[in-house]
Nanobody
Framework: QVQLAESGGGLVQAGGSLRLSCAASGRTFSSSAVGWFRQAPGKEREFVAAISWSGISTYYADSVKGRFTISRDNAKNTVALQMNSLKPEDTAVYYC???????????????WGQGTQVTVSS
């Protein structure tokens, strides 16, 4: 069992930065892949970034590549999403999720956090 809690969301102007954190509890977190997803009002939840259990492999959606960076600290049971050069279209609720392997679809993850709101003003 893994429990996840996101933090770090907020309101930021376009071009600004935010750092999201996903704190986890559970013995299997350090062996789990972790993904970040986001969901804007009226839209489906979409893949943002993911990281393997070791942290060696990372994957990004084309829309955030070069602007967002995912990282993890297994000693602290945390995964971070550094978001730079934010755009209004990045506005969404951001969720972290844990699963067995790195995949880009929501059904590939077993455990989910409650989400944190990110709002980017123009």
């Amino acid at each position: 069992q893994v429990q996840l809690a996101e933090s770090g969301g907020g309101l930021v102007q376009a071009g600004g930065s935010l750092r999201l954190s996903c704190a986890a509890s559970g013995r299997t977190f350090s062996s789990s892949a972790v993904g970040w997803f986001r969901q804007a009002p009226g839209k489906e939840r979409e893949f943002v970034a993911a990281i393997s259990w070791s942290g060696i492999s990372t994957y990004y959606a084309d829309s955030v590549k070069g602007r967002f960076t995912i990282s993890r600290d297994n000693a602290k049971n945390t995964v971070a999403l550094q978001m730079n050069s934010l755009k209004p279209e990045d506005t969404a609720v951001y969720y972290c999720a844990a699963g067995k392997s790195v995949v880009v679809f929501t059904s590939g993850y077993t455990y989910w956090g409650q989400g944190t709101q990110v709002t980017v003003s123009s």
